[in-house]
């Protein structure tokens, strides 16, 4: 007999297209591999019913999202309070069975007295406060910065229900030395991801690559800082891809020669301008969460060029090339650029990506702890 467990989604987890959404939808498919019954709930903003979901779980239910300036007036997080329904408590009573709630997003009812009996499971995908904090230091526009400042200061607050929690699965080492020592659980199940196997190919490519959403403040800072600084050093082709790029990138690309810029591709085209891309550059400046992007690049591209931030205590970090300065990052990128993958450098992404990384072993971790 399957067990069955109640899946809480801050968004419809398809198409899984950005972030956290895609952990999300790859755990739910390898979880119903893995003989789990998923009645799953999901948030919805923009987003359509899927035949996919249908197909992969047990049931589906969808909740509209209760967006609105009012929610900004509350104690709680905009992005808790918003995610709100009582038809959502009155469904996850139909069932005693234990609720895997996605973020703390979807933590509304965490501590509900109706859900005392239910074992409770949270996935963070990243310590909240810390990451909106940076989203604050990110952004230009001061009324973004006040928000992101004022709803860092409440997910602070309201991360203290994590109490209420039968375990945390965190996605970074580094996650999970935060709530181990803040909430004495913690366990490490790094993000599920599209991939089953390293596709690295040999073989030069001819441009370098740097892949996103490109409409997040933390991206466009990092653009910024590659199209300021590192590509008035080096003329060497570089494509910039990703979600909803903004007007200022596409009228500042359209005036260096060597700079391109493919706005909204499909997965398709994305996992192909990855594979054949000579590097992969992917700099961050906000150290955290576990960026699915450098997954992305390290099972399918050759050469990953990135800085500290972006690999901190992921694991990952021997298998890229770092830099964190300017002088330093464009040797790396000119020597790069003109060296082929080696044999070596694809069996150590092999040893460490198709293990730890493992969909399916992961899957059953999740599988025990409920």
Request: net charge neutral; hydrophobic share 35%.
């Amino acid at each position: 007999m399957n067990k069955k467990l109640h899946v809480v989604s801050f968004n419809v987890p398809d198409p899984p297209n950005y972030g956290g959404i895609i952990d999300v939808y790859y755990k739910l498919k390898y979880l119903a591999q893995a003989d789990i019954d998923i009645i799953l709930h999901c948030f919805h903003y923009g987003r359509q019913a899927s035949a996919d979901l249908e197909k992969i779980c047990h049931q589906v239910y969808y909740y509209k999202r209760k967006q609105g300036p009012i929610n900004l007036l509350s104690t709680l997080p905009y992005i808790v309070k918003t995610r709100r329904s009582k038809t959502l408590l009155e469904n996850l009573q139909n069932e005693i069975v234990p609720i895997l709630f996605e973020g703390l997003h979807s933590c509304y009812y965490l501590d509900h007295p109706l859900l005392g009996a239910y074992p409770k499971v949270v996935r963070t995908h990243n310590v909240e406060h810390h990451y909106y904090q940076y989203l604050s230091s990110s952004e230009q526009n001061l009324f973004k910065q006040a928000y992101f400042k004022l709803e860092a200061f409440k997910l602070r607050c309201f991360e203290k229900k994590l109490k209420h929690a039968s375990a945390i699965l965190s996605i970074s080492p580094d996650d999970t030395r935060y709530f181990k020592n803040n909430y004495r659980m913690g366990d490490y199940i790094p993000a599920f991801h599209p991939f089953d196997q390293v596709k690295a190919s040999w073989g030069f490519g001819e441009y370098i690559l740097y892949h996103g959403n490109l409409g997040v403040a933390e991206n466009q800072k990092a653009i910024g800082y590659l199209l300021d600084r590192i590509f008035t050093e080096i003329t060497l082709p570089l494509i910039i891809a990703g979600k909803n790029p903004p007007d200022w990138l596409t009228k500042k690309a359209a005036d260096i020669p060597h700079v391109s810029v493919i706005g909204n591709p499909d997965t398709d085209v994305m996992d192909h301008l990855i594979r054949n891309a000579q590097i992969n550059l992917i700099p961050s400046f906000q150290p955290t969460g576990l960026k699915l992007k450098l997954l992305a690049s390290l099972f399918l591209g050759r050469h990953c060029v990135t800085n500290s931030p972006m690999v901190l205590n992921s694991g990952l970090s021997h298998l890229c090339y770092i830099a964190d300065n300017i002088a330093d990052l464009v040797k790396i990128i000119q020597q790069k650029f003109e060296e082929e993958i080696t044999n070596e450098e694809i069996n150590q992404r092999k040893e460490i990506l198709e293990t730890q990384f493992s969909n399916e072993q992961n899957a059953q971790k999740i599988y025990d702890l409920i």
